[in-house]
């Protein structure tokens, strides 16, 4: 009943047919639908994370015992856009032994690639934006450009220690992107396919009836690749406890320390998009995507992809408020010498699996 | 977009400044990986992405930002025979633009894109699975060689 799939695909074709009856050439109706898409999709990369920052907020603020923003609008709902139009209207302050050109392009090649990444995530039934068949290495390989952001970052500051911040933070993102890869390849290996919407349909269906056939629920392999996939996520989103490139009380705030005004809330916006995203995979790669009881059709699909992220997304905000910061050199170790060799033997037993299995 | 790669080629090579070369380069990178996409190759194209800009290029940015050069040097990036050597590589680009259109002539790719991921896969595991294995093999010495390059001088003996 309440799925918009159907709906928005409907409203598509009117609006095309609409538009093709106007006069317009067919090629430039298409267009048009595409465009609006788009634009759907940049307005959610803008307003996920003003929740996210709410959310974070109030939730962090739940747990240490206080009440969090209040203030501003109904129980603080306001806060986060008072504090965006707060930003906007700062003082853009660029450095003097800085490299212009590096300074500006640097918010610009953090933020740029995650509005790509929210392109072949699977929102409900007939709502994937683009359904790319290799979903899965396409968001994988655009949040590297992110990392060449941070460097240009640190080294546009003109500031050695933000610099050294920012090599930190680009080392430890690309050690991290190593297992985040290996762990979803078991997945691969199951489903056969890339897509992101072609995994998470492949994931619809109950074992004896109960247990739902999600990648979370296999024997061994499951819960390991869920594990590596979940930490090395939340280290490459740069949050507590791998949070050095940004870490408030260590190097004031690491390589965005000279950024002042809208340039900071890019960075900011970035590394809470990349929080849904991640998110968002984990939930279409290992939680099924967007399958759930529908009670009927009351309780739509995009609802429940909204909420499993959203349960992960609880997962990283309650992580930052747990454990204690890792130290560098540890954060590294654990990376090479942990995370690493268990993601290998997880492909490992996964090939088992599936020679057993199939 | 292959105007925009001839541009930023350019960029990286008469840039004074090292990084923003290496900063033009990987945006050239980037735009390659769009031409691939463009040609229907999309597993090429994330590797490039993947591999190039999000592995090499920061290596590569690493190594830039801990060589002490100064931010913005003030050689000059050509010497006194520019002009000779821009003709030159003119002659030799017009050549090499004669040479494709006579061998390609007329063909384009009017094949429907396809996913090609599957197609490499099966490739790489079926006809080219030595090549594979071999390239394994040197990443495999790469590895170990940079691992014991990486110690500490008492512990490589």
């Known amino acids: 009943m309440f799925e918009l799939g159907p709906i928005l695909s409907h409203v598509f074709q009117v609006l095309q047919t609409w538009v093709i009856g106007h006069g317009v050439p067919p090629l430039g109706a298409w267009i048009l639908a595409k465009a609006i898409q788009v634009g759907v999709i940049v307005l959610l990369v803008s307003l996920i994370p003003m929740v996210l920052v709410y959310a974070e907020r109030k939730v962090s603020a739940f747990m240490q015992a206080r009440l969090g923003p209040m203030n501003v609008g109904p129980y603080g ?38 509005f790509i990444c929210f392109a072949p995530l699977p929102f409900g039934k007939g709502l994937v934006p683009i359904d790319l068949d290799i979903g899965v290495l396409f968001i994988f390989a655009v949040s590297g450009v992110s990392t060449i952001g941070v460097l240009m970052a640190g080294w546009g500051s003109g500031n050695k220690f933000s610099m050294l911040g920012g090599v930190r933070g680009a080392a430890q993102l690309v050690s991290y992107e190593v297992p985040r890869v290996l762990s979803v390849v078991p997945v691969l290996m199951f489903y056969g396919t890339q897509s992101l919407h072609g995994i998470a349909m492949a994931q619809q269906g ?28 939340v280290a490459e989103t740069n949050r507590t406890p791998f949070d050095i490139p940004e870490a408030e009380s260590e190097l004031v705030a690491g390589f965005h320390t000279e950024f002042s005004g809208l340039k900071f809330a890019l960075f900011f916006l970035a590394e ?43 997962l990283f905000l309650w992580f930052r408020w747990t454990f204690p910061r890792l130290r560098v050199d540890r954060l590294m170790q654990f990376c090479w010498q942990f995370l690493l060799p268990w993601s290998i033997v997880n492909i490992g037993l996964a090939g088992l699996a599936v020679l057993l299995l199939k | 977009m292959a105007a925009l790669l ?49 592995g090499i290029m920061i290596i590569m940015l690493f190594a830039i930002m801990f060589s002490h050069r100064p931010a913005v040097g003030l050689d000059r990036q050509t010497n006194d025979q520019w002009l000779w050597g821009a003709l ?49 093999l040197v990443l495999l010495a790469a590895l170990v060689g940079a691992v014991y390059f990486g110690m500490d001088y008492e512990e490589r003996l």
């Open chain 1, 77 to 114: 709902i306001l806060q986060t856009l008072a504090d965006g139009i707060k930003l906007i209207f700062k003082e853009d302050i660029i450095p003097i032994g800085s490299d212009r050109i590096v300074h500006i392009l640097a918010p610009m090649v953090v933020v740029a690639p995650v």
């Open chain 1, 206 to 233: 109950r074992w004896f009836g109960v247990i739902p056939k999600w990648f979370i629920f296999y024997p061994v392999i499951g819960q390991i690749a869920f594990l590596i996939f979940l930490i090395a996520s």
């Open chain 1, 272 to 314: 809470y998009a990349y929080v849904f995203v991640s998110s968002a995979m984990a939930v279409a790669l290992f939680l099924g995507g967007d399958d759930g009881f529908s009670a009927g059709g009351i309780i739509p699909s995009w609802l429940w992809f909204i909420g499993k992220t959203f349960a992960i997304v609880f």
């Open chain 2, 6 to 54: 001839i541009g930023l080629s350019l960029v990286v090579v008469t840039s004074r400044s090292v990084f923003r070369s290496a900063i033009a380069l990987t945006a050239a990178l980037g735009v390659v990986a769009g031409l691939f996409a463009l040609l229907g190759a999309d597993f090429v194209a994330a590797g490039q992405l993947l591999i190039y800009v999000g």
């Open chain 2, 88 to 136: 030159f590589a003119l002659a030799v680009a017009c050549g090499l633009i004669v040479q494709f259109r006579a061998v390609y002539r007329g063909v384009f790719s009017t094949t429907v894109s396809m996913p090609t991921t599957i197609s490499i896969g099966r490739l790489l595991l079926g006809d080219m699975v030595v090549p594979f294995e071999a390239i394994s």
